[in-house]
Structures are given as C-alpha cells and as structure tokens.
C-alpha cells in the first residue's frame, strides 16, 4: 500500500466526491424557477431531490459489486458517461414527469464516484493514513453547498435554469478524462470465483459486523439531517421572502462550518484517537438539532438566522464525524472494500431519501417538517453510536481472550 496520495489524486478524490452534491445543490436556488416552468407543485419539485436521492442509494449496491468484480476504472468511467448523458436529459426535459425520470438516472451515474472513490482509498492507504485522507477529503467536499448553489443562481440569472444542468455535463466528462488517467486499484487476479458466491460472502461478513452497523447508523442519521434541511430550506426561506441569491447565499456560513469541523478533525487525530473524539463529536450533533426542534415549536421564525446558527454547529460535527465513521465502517473489508462501500453509501443515502421524502411530503408545515425530521436523526444516531460501543466492547473481549 502506499503512503500517501499524490496532490493530482487528491484532487480526483475531491472532484469525484462533490459530484453527487454538486448534482444536489447547484439547482437549489431554482426550485421555485422550475415550479413555475413546469407549472407543478413544490412536493414534486422537492420530490426531484428525493429520487436523485434514492437513484444514488440503488446504484450503489450494484457499483459496489461490479468494481469489485472488473475494476475501479472501466465502472467509473461508464458512471460518468451514464451520469452526462442524463444531465443533458434534465437540461432539456419537457416537463416535470420526463425531469424527475433523468433525475433519477443521473443519481445512477453520479453514484458510481461515490462508492468507487472510497473503495480506492481503501484499496490504497492503510491505518492512520486512510483516516487523514478521508478528513483531508471531506471538508473539501464541503466547498459544494456553497459554491454550488451560487454558481447555479449564477448561471440561472444568465442563462436559464436548465444551463445549470449543461454544466454538470462538463464535469463528468472532465471527470471520464481523469478516472482514464489513474491506475486500477482493485485484486482483480483474486476475484476469480463466482460472483453470486463471492456475493453471498462478503455481505454475510459485512452485514454480521456491529461495527459496521453502528458507524452505517451515525453517517446516515448526520447526512440525512442535512438533506432534510436542503429539502426544505429553499421553500422555507422563499416563504419568508428571500431570493434565489439569498438562498444560495444562505449555504455559505455552513460550508465554512463544515470545513472548520474536517480539518479540525484532521488536526485533532494527531493528537487523540477516533474513538475518544466521536461521543463529543455526536453531543455536539445531537445538541443542535435538539435546539433546531425546539425553536421550531417555540417562536415564530420569520428570518433564517435563528435556524441557520444551530445548523452550523451541526455542519461542525458533520465535518468531524463523516471521515471517522467512514474509514470505521470500512476498515475490515479490504477483501471487498467497493462492496462495503456500496453498501455503506446504499443504506446511508436511503435514511437520506426517507428524511427528504418525508419533508418533500409534508412541506406545507414549512420549518416544523423539517425540524422534525432533523430530530428524529439525532436519535438514529444515538442507536448507532451504542452499536459502536457494544462492538468495542466485542473486540476487547476477543483480544483479550
């Protein structure tokens, strides 16, 4: 295994973990846009977000497997194809049935970068090393929701909403160019017997770990309580009369947050292990969204600010969070890494699709919705967090037998 990544790598790394958020987040500010366009209702425009939600979750179990079997390289490169191909699809749909169909097969490409990036890292980098990878990776990933959706309120200013999805067709094909120029990674000279047996293995191995179950938990309950909140936001702060630049604007304060959290994170495993820093870590996740609820069924919220500072203290511990519980989750599955991977991203962007299903659903309540819904996954994370300690505890046992 290597030591550590090239800067060029690094920067592939980046590019291919924004993809999926780019996708998410550049069109934000136009949701009210494309309503009127389509002449539709704002649950099937925030439904839009749902399936892209739930096409990513699908395409990972598939992904996984696949990369596992033939190589990191050729899927990922089919991915992206597959992913330009369906955003020039968005670009031009005629109405709201054709645009949430090529939403859909859009999350099937752009989910090809998310399983596929991880299991290289895995493949590659051992210990401490792949944790510091994650942790440099992650805040970078966190510049998408603000840079995003402001270029996408640029360049729906300028030149209409569906630019915004010609974009998104250039970066996956600069994406292709790339991915052609990496080495694979995968033992594809040990992935000779047959792929229902190999199957059948590596998700009984995967499934039957504690470990993996309880960092699954916490990934998924943190990331699902920030698409609850790009769910509902843009019609929560069109309701209090903000524009599209100031929505978009409104993702700047959390970036900033969540790359102070990462790099934070980076900075501190230097100096304590993961395992003492994530009880902190989540205390401060569950404490915002706990305050989020609160202010929610207290006052009348009439500006965004008094939601916004509470979410960034959870985009803090999001930042910390995601690449320890990441490099966790994956940590004994370099035997199917893509697999575990697919798995991980498959189970976490589902709990993701229930969050933004279930605000797109009821989005008349407004912020009500979405703060619920954002405080339903402080408690999945708890769960997940006891999952962690019990398989602690498991291996400490174990060792000491």
Known sequence: ???????????????????????????????????????????????????????????????????????????????????????????????????????????????????????????????????????????????????APLLGAMLEHQLGWRSIFIALVGFGAVLAIMTLKEPESANLSQQQEKLTVKLRSDYNQILSSKKFWGNMLIFAACSAAFFAYLTGSPFVMSAMGYSGTDIGLSYAPQTVAFIVGGYGCRTLLNHFESKKLLPWILALFFSSVLIMFVISISINVTTIWPILIPFCFLA?????????????????????????????????????????????????????????????????????????TKARHQQAVIATA
């Not at 299903?357 to 405080?375: I, Y």
């Open 1 to 147: 295994m290597k030591n550590t990544p090239s800067k060029i790598t690094l920067f592939w790394f980046a590019c291919l973990s924004m993809l999926g958020f780019l996708a998410t987040d550049m069109y934000l500010p136009s949701f009210e846009t494309i309503r009127a366009d389509f002449a539709t209702t704002q649950s099937l425009i925030g439904l839009s977000l749902s399936v892209f939600l739930l096409g990513m979750a699908l395409g990972q179990v598939i992904y996984g497997p696949l990369s596992d079997r033939v190589g990191r390289i050729k899927v990922l490169v089919g991915g992206m194809v597959l992913f330009s191909l369906a955003s020039i699809a968005c670009s031009f749909a005629p109405n709201i049935e054709v645009f949430l169909a090529a939403r859909f097969v859009q999350a099937l490409g752009a989910c090809s970068a998310t399983v596929i990036w991880q299991a290289v890292v895995v493949d590659r980098y051992d210990g401490k090393v792949s944790e510091r990878v994650f942790a440099t990776i992650m805040p970078l990933v966190a510049l998408s929701p603000a840079l």
């Open 316 to 388: 803090v511990a999001n930042g910390a969070i995601y690449p320890l519980v990441i490099s966790a989750a994956l940590s004994d599955f370099r035997n199917c890494s893509a697999t575990a991977a697919g798995l991980l991203n498959f189970m976490q962007t589902m709990v993701c699709f229930a969050a933004s299903g279930l605000v797109s659903a009821f989005a008349g309540f407004g912020l009500l919705t979405v703060t619920v819904a954002m405080f339903i996954t402080g408690f999945i994370a708890i769960i997940g967090f006891i999952l962690v």
